[in-house]
Protein backbone atom coordinates (compact mmCIF):
# COMPACT_ATOMS: atom_id res chain seq x y z
CA UNK A 1 0.00 0.00 0.00
CA UNK A 2 1.57 3.25 -1.02
CA UNK A 3 1.18 5.73 1.63
CA UNK A 4 1.04 8.88 -0.13
CA UNK A 5 -0.32 8.46 -3.12
CA UNK A 6 -0.99 11.18 -5.80
CA UNK A 7 -2.80 10.81 -9.38
CA UNK A 8 -1.67 11.75 -12.03
CA UNK A 9 1.67 11.09 -12.21
CA UNK A 10 2.23 12.83 -15.58
CA UNK A 11 -0.20 15.38 -17.01
CA UNK A 12 0.69 16.74 -20.12
CA UNK A 13 -1.51 20.13 -21.29
CA UNK A 14 -2.06 23.41 -22.94
CA UNK A 15 -1.82 26.58 -21.57
CA UNK A 16 -4.92 28.05 -20.20
CA UNK A 17 -6.77 24.77 -19.52
CA UNK A 18 -7.56 24.47 -15.58
CA UNK A 19 -6.24 20.96 -14.37
CA UNK A 20 -6.56 18.96 -10.81
CA UNK A 21 -3.76 16.91 -8.88
CA UNK A 22 -5.16 14.41 -6.58
CA UNK A 23 -3.46 13.36 -3.07
CA UNK A 24 -4.58 10.69 -0.71
CA UNK A 25 -2.80 9.26 2.61
CA UNK A 26 -3.14 6.22 4.08
CA UNK A 27 -0.74 7.07 7.35
CA UNK A 28 -3.50 8.47 9.38
CA UNK A 29 -1.42 11.74 9.78
CA UNK A 30 -3.29 15.14 10.76
CA UNK A 31 -0.62 17.14 8.51
CA UNK A 32 -0.42 17.57 4.87
CA UNK A 33 1.90 19.33 2.07
CA UNK A 34 2.47 20.44 -1.23
CA UNK A 35 5.34 20.89 -2.54
CA UNK A 36 6.82 22.32 -6.14
CA UNK A 37 9.97 21.23 -7.77
CA UNK A 38 11.10 23.12 -10.43
CA UNK A 39 13.09 22.36 -13.65
CA UNK A 40 16.43 23.05 -11.87
CA UNK A 41 15.29 20.55 -9.02
CA UNK A 42 14.78 23.21 -6.43
CA UNK A 43 11.98 22.25 -4.20
CA UNK A 44 9.97 24.62 -2.01
CA UNK A 45 7.07 24.32 0.00
CA UNK A 46 3.59 26.01 -1.36
CA UNK A 47 0.75 24.85 1.03
CA UNK A 48 0.59 22.97 3.85
CA UNK A 49 -2.92 22.02 5.70
CA UNK A 50 -3.74 20.81 9.44
CA UNK A 51 -6.71 19.02 10.33
CA UNK A 52 -8.30 20.73 6.78
CA UNK A 53 -6.98 24.10 8.03
CA UNK A 54 -5.00 26.20 5.79
CA UNK A 55 -1.17 26.84 7.80
CA UNK A 56 1.32 27.60 4.88
CA UNK A 57 0.31 29.62 1.86
CA UNK A 58 3.70 30.39 0.80
CA UNK A 59 2.62 33.72 -1.72
CA UNK A 60 1.74 31.65 -4.20
CA UNK A 61 -0.38 32.50 -7.24
CA UNK A 62 -4.11 32.58 -6.83
CA UNK A 63 -4.83 30.35 -9.87
CA UNK A 64 -3.58 27.94 -7.13
CA UNK A 65 -6.60 26.43 -5.09
CA UNK A 66 -5.79 23.61 -2.82
CA UNK A 67 -8.64 21.78 -1.31
CA UNK A 68 -8.64 19.48 1.84
CA UNK A 69 -12.39 17.67 1.64
CA UNK A 70 -11.05 15.62 4.98
CA UNK A 71 -7.75 15.34 6.78
CA UNK A 72 -6.29 12.32 4.57
CA UNK A 73 -6.85 13.96 1.25
CA UNK A 74 -5.52 17.16 -0.23
CA UNK A 75 -5.92 17.83 -3.73
CA UNK A 76 -4.53 20.75 -5.78
CA UNK A 77 -6.36 22.89 -8.38
CA UNK A 78 -4.82 24.91 -11.36
CA UNK A 79 -6.55 27.61 -13.04
CA UNK A 80 -5.16 29.11 -16.43
CA UNK A 81 -2.05 27.13 -16.49
CA UNK A 82 1.23 28.95 -17.85
CA UNK A 83 4.65 27.34 -18.96
CA UNK A 84 5.82 28.46 -16.31
CA UNK A 85 3.69 25.42 -13.82
CA UNK A 86 5.56 23.12 -15.52
CA UNK A 87 7.12 21.15 -12.58
CA UNK A 88 7.01 17.87 -10.59
CA UNK A 89 4.25 18.68 -7.99
CA UNK A 90 4.64 16.48 -4.49
CA UNK A 91 2.09 16.11 -1.96
CA UNK A 92 3.18 14.98 1.24
CA UNK A 93 2.06 14.18 5.56
CA UNK A 94 3.24 14.29 8.93
CA UNK A 95 2.10 13.32 11.56
CA UNK A 96 1.71 16.92 12.94
CA UNK A 97 3.01 20.13 11.99
CA UNK A 98 5.77 19.99 15.13
CA UNK A 99 9.24 20.18 13.34
CA UNK A 100 10.66 17.02 13.91
CA UNK A 101 8.01 14.67 12.46
CA UNK A 102 9.19 13.36 9.88
CA UNK A 103 7.82 14.40 6.56
CA UNK A 104 6.21 11.42 4.25
CA UNK A 105 6.17 12.32 0.22
CA UNK A 106 4.50 10.99 -2.74
CA UNK A 107 5.90 10.02 -5.87
CA UNK A 108 5.45 13.00 -7.81
CA UNK A 109 3.10 14.32 -10.44
CA UNK A 110 5.16 15.83 -13.37
CA UNK A 111 3.08 18.60 -14.90
CA UNK A 112 4.45 19.83 -18.44
CA UNK A 113 2.46 22.45 -19.73
CA UNK A 114 2.92 23.34 -23.95
CA UNK B 1 14.55 34.06 7.26
CA UNK B 2 16.29 30.42 7.47
CA UNK B 3 18.59 29.38 4.42
CA UNK B 4 20.01 26.10 3.07
CA UNK B 5 22.98 26.12 1.04
CA UNK B 6 24.38 22.85 -0.78
CA UNK B 7 27.68 24.12 -2.16
CA UNK B 8 28.49 21.10 -4.08
CA UNK B 9 25.72 21.00 -7.12
CA UNK B 10 27.50 17.30 -8.50
CA UNK B 11 29.95 14.68 -6.90
CA UNK B 12 31.19 11.09 -7.95
CA UNK B 13 33.14 8.24 -6.02
CA UNK B 14 33.76 4.76 -6.68
CA UNK B 15 31.69 1.95 -5.50
CA UNK B 16 32.58 0.61 -2.07
CA UNK B 17 34.20 4.24 -1.11
CA UNK B 18 33.08 7.27 1.09
CA UNK B 19 32.06 10.57 0.47
CA UNK B 20 30.75 13.47 1.99
CA UNK B 21 28.44 15.98 1.16
CA UNK B 22 28.20 19.61 2.40
CA UNK B 23 25.50 21.66 3.99
CA UNK B 24 25.26 24.64 5.51
CA UNK B 25 22.42 26.77 6.87
CA UNK B 26 21.06 29.75 8.31
CA UNK B 27 18.95 30.53 11.36
CA UNK B 28 18.37 32.31 14.38
CA UNK B 29 16.51 29.85 15.98
CA UNK B 30 17.73 27.83 18.87
CA UNK B 31 15.80 24.51 17.99
CA UNK B 32 15.31 23.06 15.00
CA UNK B 33 15.96 19.78 13.31
CA UNK B 34 17.88 18.94 10.02
CA UNK B 35 17.23 16.07 7.48
CA UNK B 36 18.84 14.47 4.44
CA UNK B 37 16.55 13.45 1.85
CA UNK B 38 17.55 10.94 -1.07
CA UNK B 39 16.18 11.71 -4.17
CA UNK B 40 16.71 8.59 -6.75
CA UNK B 41 15.72 8.66 -10.94
CA UNK B 42 12.29 7.63 -9.57
CA UNK B 43 11.83 10.88 -8.14
CA UNK B 44 10.85 9.45 -4.76
CA UNK B 45 11.95 11.73 -1.55
CA UNK B 46 13.33 9.27 0.49
CA UNK B 47 14.18 10.12 4.11
CA UNK B 48 17.94 9.29 4.67
CA UNK B 49 18.61 10.73 8.44
CA UNK B 50 17.64 13.15 10.44
CA UNK B 51 19.34 15.45 13.36
CA UNK B 52 17.98 16.83 16.68
CA UNK B 53 19.96 20.73 16.87
CA UNK B 54 19.38 19.83 20.64
CA UNK B 55 21.58 16.73 20.44
CA UNK B 56 25.09 16.78 20.29
CA UNK B 57 25.83 12.83 19.27
CA UNK B 58 25.88 12.73 15.39
CA UNK B 59 22.99 10.75 13.88
CA UNK B 60 23.86 7.19 12.34
CA UNK B 61 21.49 5.22 10.07
CA UNK B 62 23.46 2.37 8.97
CA UNK B 63 25.90 3.59 6.09
CA UNK B 64 24.46 6.67 6.69
CA UNK B 65 26.17 9.50 9.26
CA UNK B 66 26.39 13.52 9.54
CA UNK B 67 28.58 15.73 10.71
CA UNK B 68 26.68 18.39 12.89
CA UNK B 69 28.64 21.43 13.55
CA UNK B 70 26.06 23.45 15.72
CA UNK B 71 28.37 26.36 16.05
CA UNK B 72 29.60 26.79 12.38
CA UNK B 73 25.88 25.71 10.84
CA UNK B 74 26.86 22.73 9.58
CA UNK B 75 25.05 19.57 8.54
CA UNK B 76 27.70 17.08 6.12
CA UNK B 77 26.52 13.43 5.31
CA UNK B 78 29.07 10.46 5.07
CA UNK B 79 28.15 7.85 2.85
CA UNK B 80 30.20 5.07 3.49
CA UNK B 81 30.85 2.21 1.57
CA UNK B 82 29.01 3.12 -1.48
CA UNK B 83 26.57 1.81 -3.57
CA UNK B 84 25.28 1.71 -7.00
CA UNK B 85 21.83 2.31 -5.53
CA UNK B 86 23.07 5.43 -3.57
CA UNK B 87 23.14 7.49 -6.74
CA UNK B 88 21.08 10.06 -6.56
CA UNK B 89 20.31 13.70 -6.00
CA UNK B 90 20.68 14.34 -2.23
CA UNK B 91 18.64 16.79 -0.30
CA UNK B 92 19.67 18.87 3.01
CA UNK B 93 16.52 20.23 4.78
CA UNK B 94 15.98 22.50 7.71
CA UNK B 95 12.23 22.33 10.10
CA UNK B 96 11.88 24.85 13.31
CA UNK B 97 8.33 26.28 14.63
CA UNK B 98 4.81 24.62 14.61
CA UNK B 99 4.52 24.98 10.58
CA UNK B 100 6.03 21.30 9.81
CA UNK B 101 7.62 23.22 6.38
CA UNK B 102 10.63 22.10 5.19
CA UNK B 103 13.37 24.51 3.94
CA UNK B 104 15.36 22.71 1.29
CA UNK B 105 19.24 23.44 -0.26
CA UNK B 106 19.83 23.14 -4.19
CA UNK B 107 20.47 19.48 -4.01
CA UNK B 108 23.65 17.72 -4.31
CA UNK B 109 23.63 15.36 -7.65
CA UNK B 110 25.96 12.20 -6.43
CA UNK B 111 26.97 9.26 -8.66
CA UNK B 112 28.36 6.61 -7.79
CA UNK B 113 31.24 4.90 -10.50
CA UNK B 114 31.81 0.62 -10.65
Known amino acids: DTAVSQTPKYLVTQMGNDKSIKCEQNLGHDTMYWYKQDSKKFLKIMFS???????INETVPNRFSPKSPDKAHLNLHINSLELGDSAVYFCASSQTTGYGDTIYFGEGSWLTVV | AQTVTQSQPEMSVQEAETVTLSCTYDTSESNYYLFWYKQPPSRQMILVIRQEAYKQQNATENRFSVNFQKAAKSFSLKISDSQLGDTAMYFC???????????FGQGTTLQVKP
Open chain 1, 49 to 55: YNNKELI
Open chain 2, 93 to 103: AFSSGNTGKLI
